[in-house]
């Protein structure tokens, strides 16, 4: 593997250079996979050429060195700087004229626990090169730079922009696993509803739909940045490779909608998930309730006569036998409560 440029940092901010490589396919097509950064002046002089330069800058804002390069070197405007500088998190395109500057996301998912993380992956397209910028070491820029190495000649020799689709496409193909697994785990989560919902598949739902959410979210201006790619006429994209910005932009059309339906699975599971608890606590309570009119006579029965049948203390003279009055007392007692039970069943509120 190549060892990545380190562009050096100013003295304060010495602990988190940004790295810097750079991958040149100069005009005669022979291709540099280590190409220093004190010369990208040369290679952007080539204009047969194509460049791609990634920095990836620990350092974000703090880092003075990155950013006097993308002014002094690349002349990108200050604004454009700023933005891809300070994490906007919104997808979108600009025009600067000689370049466009893009923000987009990449996504990072886990479907062992659902971690659902978003990357803003700001880049910038010229006549001859792609500058990508990024915080922190993300999964498709090391997969798309392996890439190039597999087959450098059918990446790169084809031009920038179309060096640009092939890092959209793919990460664009990052959001169908993780939309595809939050929709088994709606319906694990819907399973679980019907079968023995518990508080962890209420937290369970609720982690669902915010990750759902979140995609929802970029997925909508991300499909903006590719609609405006595969149909505005930037002279920095060639005529024949909008075709390639208009099949990504087909993919997140497709992944606009599965979204949308995943939200309205989600609340239809959260509405199911409260239904199924509602009704759970109306049996509980009926059940309570039954049993309370079942010991309701016995209460009334046990404090009327005090059951004191061997004593002198009855309230008034009876010439029935003691034991009867006691002997009926305990069948009172006894079939009040099974009666009840029976009603209770007969008129279906148990």
Known sequence: MNKAATLAAAPNVTSHPAHVRIIYRDGEGEIHFDWPNERIHDALADERGTIWI????????????????????????????????????????????????????????????????????????????????HNETLALIERHRKNIERDP???????????????????????????????????????????????????????????????????????????????????????????????????????????????????????????????RTNDIMKALTVVTVMFLPLSFLGGFFGMNFFGNTLAFETPLPKAFLFWSTVVAMIGTPVFMYQWAKRKGWY
């Open 54 to 133: 990634d920095i990836e800058d620990p350092g974000a804002a703090d880092n003075r060195g990155v950013e006097k390069m993308l002014r002094e070197v690349f002349h990108f405007h200050p604004l454009a700087v700023e933005d891809a500088l300070h994490d906007t998190h919104v997808p979108r395109i600009d025009d600067w004229g000689s370049y466009l500057y893009l923000v987009f996301s990449s996504i990072d998912f886990d479907p062992e626990t659902d971690d659902l993380c978003l990357h803003e992956l700001d880049l910038f397209l010229g006549a001859n090169y792609l500058v990508s910028y």
């Open 153 to 279: 000649e059918n990446r790169l020799r084809h031009g920038a922009d179309h060096l640009l689709y092939h890092l959209l496409d793919m990460a664009v193909g990052d959001y169908l696993p993780a939309i595809e697994h939050l929709d088994e785990a709606i319906d694990a989560a819907q399973d679980e509803v019907f079968d023995e919902p518990t508080p962890h598949t209420l937290h369970r739902i609720f982690r669902t739909k915010r990750a759902a959410a979140r995609i929802h979210r970029m997925i909508g201006p991300m499909r903006e940045v590719l609609n405006r790619l595969a149909r505005d006429p930037y002279p920095l994209v060639d005529e024949p490779h909008r075709v390639y910005f208009r099949d990504v932009y087909d993919h997140l059309v497709r992944l606009h909608d599965v979204s949308e339906s995943l939200r309205d699975l989600v609340s239809g599971a959260l509405d199911t998930y409260l239904s199924v608890s509602a009704n």
